[in-house]
């Protein structure tokens, strides 16, 4: 399947975010991208979310993976569903 929502929280700096980000671009995934070093909302969403201030953090369609590396993020997309 592929998902209606993908919201990835991420901080500029953090080289697993950079991963993310090439992960999900290079397999054609489109997402909407929130920084929450400079977006207080987002931050205080991520942390609501997740129960943490690690990044990255991604909500695919309310389905949450918190402080993630791209295998774990694999492991996430086949358990709820989504082609990759």
Not at 53 to 75: N, Q, V, Y
Request: hydrophobic residues 35%.
């Amino acid at each position: 399947m592929k998902p209606k929502s993908i919201r990835l929280f991420i901080k500029p700096y953090c080289g697993w975010c950079h991963e993310a980000i090439a992960w999900l671009n290079s397999h054609g995934f489109k997402y909407h991208q929130l920084d929450v070093t400079s977006d207080p909302a987002a931050a205080k969403e991520m942390r609501e979310l997740t129960g943490q201030t690690s990044a990255p953090s991604i909500d695919i369609d309310g389905k949450i993976l918190a402080d993630f590396d791209t295998r774990e993020l694999e492991r996430f997309l086949d358990k709820i569903g989504v082609d990759h």
